[in-house]
């Protein structure tokens, strides 16, 4: 069975400086990898996915992740957070014939 | 295009009544789900369907039902309610090949905030 850690249940940060949410995986086969995001009382919206080809992986508001195989891990980042990205970040995995299998999630805490 | 919405945004409820939690996508997809969140606990899938007519369980599928009887809708039922059950609901909604659940995008609706007193 898939599962997925998230080591840090919250994570404070200055503006304007990097960040790194950490999101490990286990399975045994061939995986997709997702990263959303929750903002306050809303739904969550996907930020980037790996499905297969490069390993670093863009996504929408400067965010970036980089999946390795041999760690089983696809951790989050972005070089200068704004007071907008303080939300609730959730890595998921998922493979074919599987449904998805979301961690526990990262609460990003941007402080001015 | 309002993508999935969900009503009503917040419901409390007496131990031992029911409810039905909405949930329409205007995207004409085929896949449906129903998470609950739970603080710290991230999202389970409660139910899902690969089409109208077609549902199976997910990970926490007790104390619910659900129906697909149009691509559109996909209801969650509680017929007892339970102080187990207080929660955030979601509903998403997403493309897949049949034959088997889909590794593309969800798209979420906004929630629904359960408290069961």
């Known amino acids: 069975a898939q599962s997925v850690t998230q080591l840090d249940s919250q994570v404070p940060v200055f503006e304007e400086a990097p960040v790194e949410l950490r999101c490990n995986y286990s399975?045994?086969?061939?995986?997709?990898l997702f990263w959303y995001v929750q903002y306050p009382n809303q739904g969550l919206q996907l930020l980037l996915k790996?499905?297969?080809?490069?390993?670093l992986v863009k996504g929408i508001n400067g965010f970036e992740a980089e999946f390795n195989k041999s760690q089983t891990s696809f951790h989050l980042r972005k070089p200068s957070v704004h007071i907008s990205d303080t939300a609730e970040y959730f890595c998921?995995?998922?493979?074919?014939?599987?449904?998805?299998?979301f961690g526990p999630g990262t609460r990003l805490s941007v402080l001015p | 295009n309002a993508g999935v919405t969900q009503t009503p945004k917040f419901r409390i409820l007496k131990i031992g009544q029911s409810m039905t939690l909405q949930c329409t996508q205007d995207?004409?997809?085929?896949?449906m789900y129903w998470y609950r969140q739970d603080p710290g606990m991230g999202l389970k899938l409660i139910y899902y369907?690969?089409?109208?007519?077609?549902?199976d369980k997910g990970e926490v599928p007790n104390g619910y039902n659900v129906s697909r009887s149009t691509t559109e809708d996909f209801p969650l039922r509680l017929e007892l309610a339970a102080p187990s059950q207080t929660s955030v609901y979601f509903c998403?909604?997403?493309?897949?090949?049949?034959?088997?659940?889909?590794?593309?995008?969800?798209?979420f609706g906004p929630g629904t905030r359960l408290t069961v007193l």
């Open positions: 998403a909604s997403s493309f897949g090949l049949a034959g088997g659940p889909t590794y593309n995008e969800q798209f």
């Open positions: 369907s690969v089409g109208a007519g077609i549902t």
């Open positions: 399975s045994s086969v061939s995986v997709y």
């Open positions: 998921a995995v998922a493979n074919y014939g599987q449904n998805f299998v």
């Open positions: 995207m004409n997809h085929n896949y």
């Open positions: 790996y499905l297969s080809g490069s390993t």
